[in-house]
């Protein structure tokens, strides 16, 4: 109904100045937020939301056993869904499927254009969703240990973040001229200073950043781990002038807010827009332009100028220190001096 009085709007609404037909995804967007404050808005089940009891119990086994984090939650729970979905559709039930049945899947799904990536990603979701079935009888024995996705060819490491000398352009070309630019300023400064995840700005609080003593806390998404760290200069008067003239007011605690009503916490998808597009107003070149790039780099940055691999693993808010090699990724200079020097030396 709101498609059709959607499609009734663009009809007699003028042409823009870019020229094209205008006032359909305004219509949608403004319309459906009505009725979402009314509560008369019915909308369907997302795929990322559990659609029957054993996708349910799947989700509370990888939260509270496994302790994935929110984000690879939702990922796992859409790709069970779409599984399930596919079994329903072919008239197969899940007590009875064998290793075939889910390569079979698989085949259907690069046939669909997913990417080797997602495929073998999806595999492994299953796998371990099998894993979980067995214990509970809800499927043939041995089926998680015969389910493997597509190989991944990996060619030379490749630098997933920009150079560090252009996230530092970024930061000192950043604008602050209205409420939006303030916002964006102060999100990309944390996460070029403490190589924050997206989850982790979102979820900052107003009562995790400590002002007169320079402190803010962060608490990491993926190990719930706790952290204190000592704010910058740039950054605290960046956050400071964003919380104490920019951030509307809210009952919400989160620092980061939609500027437009009603106020709410900013999703994560937010954050990738900040950091896309500063990258591409500058034209930097980078694999990634999401807000984890910006991880990679500052990362990078700090093991290229000799700082210890334990410190950095600390201040990425990893356990270990055997994950820290996923950032560094060596140049042909760095490599060059590595193998610069005589035999005879030894």
Same mark, same amino acid.
């Given at each position: 109904?709101?498609?059709k009085?959607?499609?009734?709007? =663009?009809?007699?609404?003028?042409?823009?100045?870019?020229?094209?037909?205008?006032?359909?995804?305004s219509?949608?967007?403004?319309?459906?937020?009505?009725?979402?404050?009314?509560? =008369?808005?019915?909308?369907p089940? =997302?795929w990322?939301?559990?659609?029957?009891?054993?996708?349910?119990?799947?989700?509370?086994y990888i939260?509270?056993?496994?302790?994935?984090?929110y984000?690879?939650?939702?990922?796992?729970?859409?790709?069970? @869904?779409?599984?399930l979905?596919?079994?329903?559709? $072919?008239?197969?039930?899940?007590r009875?499927?064998s290793?075939?049945?889910?390569?079979?899947?698989? &085949?259907?799904?690069?046939?669909?254009?997913?990417?080797?990536?997602?495929?073998?990603?999806s595999?492994?979701?299953?796998?371990?969703?099998?894993?979980?079935?067995e214990?509970?009888?809800?499927?043939?024995k041995g089926?998680?240990?015969?389910?493997?996705?597509?190989r991944i060819?990996?060619g030379?490491?490749?630098?997933?973040?920009?150079?560090?000398? !252009?996230?530092?352009?970024?930061?000192?070309?950043?604008?602050?001229?209205?409420?939006?630019?303030?916002r964006?300023?102060?999100?990309?400064?944390?996460?070029? $200073?403490?190589?924050?995840?997206s989850?982790e700005?979102?979820?900052?609080?107003?009562? !995790?950043?400590?002002? =007169?003593?320079?402190v803010?806390?962060?608490?990491?998404?993926k190990?719930d781990?706790?952290q204190r760290?000592p704010?910058?200069?740039?950054?605290?008067a960046?956050?400071?002038?964003?919380?104490?003239?920019?951030?509307?007011?809210?009952?919400f605690?989160?620092?980061f807010?939609?500027?437009?009503?009603?106020?709410?916490?900013?999703?994560?998808?937010?954050?990738?827009?900040?950091?896309?597009?500063h990258?591409?107003?500058? @034209?930097?070149?980078?694999?990634?332009r999401g807000?984890?790039?910006?991880?990679?780099?500052?990362?990078?940055?700090?093991?290229?100028?000799g700082?210890?691999?334990?410190?950095?693993?600390?201040?990425?808010?990893?356990?270990? $220190?055997?994950?820290?090699?996923?950032?560094?990724?060596?140049?042909i200079?760095?490599?060059?001096?590595?193998v &610069?020097?005589?035999l &005879?030396?030894?």
């Amino acid at each position: 109904e709101l498609r059709k009085a959607a499609d009734l709007w =663009k009809a007699r609404s003028t042409l823009s100045e870019s020229g094209k037909m205008g006032g359909r995804a305004s219509f949608l967007r403004y319309a459906k937020g009505w009725l979402r404050f009314h509560g =008369k808005f019915i909308e369907p089940d =997302k795929w990322n939301t559990p659609r029957d009891r054993r996708v349910e119990l799947y989700k509370r086994y990888i939260e509270s056993e496994l302790g994935f984090a929110y984000r690879t939650v939702e990922n796992r729970v859409w790709s069970l @869904n779409r599984f399930l979905a596919w079994l329903s559709e $072919s008239g197969f039930e899940l007590r009875t499927i064998s290793v075939k049945h889910v390569e079979k899947y698989l &085949d259907h799904c690069s046939a669909i254009g997913w990417s080797s990536v997602t495929v073998s990603a999806s595999a492994q979701g299953l796998k371990v969703f099998f894993r979980f079935a067995e214990k509970r009888r809800w499927c043939r024995k041995g089926v998680s240990v015969g389910i493997f996705g597509p190989r991944i060819e990996k060619g030379p490491p490749r630098r997933k973040g920009p150079q560090w000398a !252009d996230v530092c352009r970024v930061a000192e070309t950043a604008k602050t001229t209205n409420a939006n630019e303030c916002r964006a300023k102060a999100i990309w400064l944390l996460l070029s $200073s403490f190589g924050l995840r997206s989850s982790e700005v979102t979820n900052l609080r107003l009562t !995790d950043v400590d002002f =007169k003593h320079s402190v803010i806390t962060i608490r990491r998404s993926k190990n719930d781990l706790t952290q204190r760290l000592p704010l910058t200069g740039e950054v605290r008067a960046a956050l400071r002038h964003f919380v104490m003239k920019v951030r509307p007011a809210s009952k919400f605690p989160h620092v980061f807010l939609t500027l437009r009503r009603p106020h709410q916490p900013i999703f994560q998808a937010s954050v990738y827009n900040v950091t896309r597009n500063h990258m591409n107003r500058l @034209n930097i070149v980078s694999e990634s332009r999401g807000p984890h790039s910006i991880r990679h780099a500052c990362a990078g940055h700090l093991l290229e100028i000799g700082t210890s691999v334990p410190k950095v693993a600390s201040l990425l808010g990893h356990a270990s $220190s055997r994950y820290v090699g996923a950032y560094l990724q060596h140049s042909i200079e760095q490599l060059r001096t590595v193998v &610069d020097f005589e035999l &005879d030396l030894l």
